[in-house]
């Protein structure tokens, strides 16, 4: 188990220094635990496994594959690993001699997290959680997305209220409001009154997923949670990464032209991902939120690295709590994508859509 772990360490040392993958000490871990659930007797749900955490975007799975092959496959006893850079250069040796230098950052086996700050130590060592921006909500096309938020929020019915209120053309005669309006024309009852049930306000909740593999569509949802806030008084917005953070009112603050940044994220944007235990803190401090007047929507990938079990239990309690529930999935609109992903798998059954872009969305909501 020491030599498995080490090559997997060495394995994540190559990724970042080679190839730029911005992984570290959490994703070495993770991968640790997965090979534990996989086994080692299949090469090929070994390089799942590992893809799924080292990989945040679309464009590294290519490079990932090569250095998989290079370093575990295409290895024979006694002899070095081939070079993955120029023929000169040799990042898989120069991964190892590094190796010595992670011992200094990196605990040792001995000294590993436990449960309890096993979280911290997520954000404390991610390489992406270092260099993570506070994410901008883009001024181009805001016209366009306020526009598309409009349509949602017009289109969301949601049944009438119980209490009678005043209504140009409402079922029920109103005579007391009928004669106080009639003393401003002489006791003529000129302007008849009338009461009705309004159809309810919806509300809406937005759950923003902020791990290292949703960044590069960060800005295009926060555009869409921006302008929804601007659209309506009863929406909620929440992003997460290893912790949750709730924004509406940063949001609000924002100037109306867009273009702004949001500001003191800390450990809710650009780390890990744990939907399951963001999804269930939400539910435990803001579940007064949800009600039968809520739709619920969630923008995430569905690669959670916490426990399965806390997410299906957090996402049945949204699904019985709200109207409905919407999963906005930007690798949905992968040709060939299916939601496999233990996570994406885990909450599929609570979701009323699974939507591949935010038009499905807005159509959906309604």
């Not at 730029?20 to 993770?30: K, N, Q, S, V, W």
């Not at 659930?37 to 464009?59: N, S």
């Not at 435990?284 to 690295?305: C, M, N, Q």
Request: hydrophobic residues 40%; proline residues 5%; positive net charge.
């Amino acid at each position: 188990m020491a030599d498995l772990t080490e090559r997997i360490v060495s394995f994540c040392a190559l990724l970042r220094e080679a190839f730029g993958f911005r992984i570290g000490y959490p994703e070495a871990c993770d991968a640790l635990r997965a090979i534990e659930h996989v086994g080692v007797r299949d090469p090929e749900r070994v390089r799942t496994a590992l893809r799924a955490i080292c990989c945040g975007r679309h464009e590294e799975i290519e490079p990932f594959d090569r250095a998989f092959t290079a370093f575990f496959l295409e290895v024979e006893r006694g002899i070095p690993q081939p070079s993955l850079a120029q023929p000169e250069e040799s990042p898989v040796d120069d991964a190892r001699e590094s190796q010595k230098s992670l011992k200094h950052s990196y605990p040792a086996e001995d000294e590993a997290p436990n449960a309890q700050t096993w979280e911290a130590m997520r954000a404390k060592y991610s390489a992406l959680e270092a260099r993570a921006e506070a994410p901008e909500i883009p001024g181009d096309g805001l016209p366009a997305m306020l526009e598309l938020v409009n349509r949602m929020v017009t289109r969301v019915r949601l049944g009438r209220s119980r209490r009678w209120r005043a209504q140009p053309r409402g079922s029920r005669f109103d005579l007391r409001h009928t004669l106080r309006a009639s003393l401003h024309s002489g006791g003529d009852p000129v302007t008849l009154r009338f009461l009705g049930h309004p159809l309810r306000n919806p509300r809406f909740v937005v759950l923003i997923d902020g791990s290292r593999s949703m960044t590069a569509h960060g800005a295009h949802v926060l555009q869409f949670a921006y302008a929804l806030v601007r659209r309506s008084r009863r929406a909620s917005v929440f992003v997460f990464s290893t912790r949750l953070r709730d924004v509406t009112r940063a949001l609000r603050t924002l100037p109306r032209t867009g273009g702004a940044r949001l500001t003191d994220l800390g450990e809710a944007w650009g780390g890990g991902t744990r939907i399951g235990a963001n999804l269930t803190a939400f539910v435990r401090s803001y579940g007064r939120l949800l009600s039968t007047d809520t739709v619920t929507i969630v923008a995430s990938d569905g690669l959670d690295v916490g426990e399965i079990a806390d997410l299906e239990r957090a996402m049945r309690e949204i699904d019985r709590r709200s109207s409905k529930v919407l999963w906005y999935n930007p690798s949905a609109a992968r040709r060939g994508y299916l939601p496999t992903a233990r996570g994406m798998a885990a909450a599929l059954p609570y979701v009323a859509v699974l939507a591949a872009n935010l038009n499905e969305v807005a159509a959906a909501a309604g």
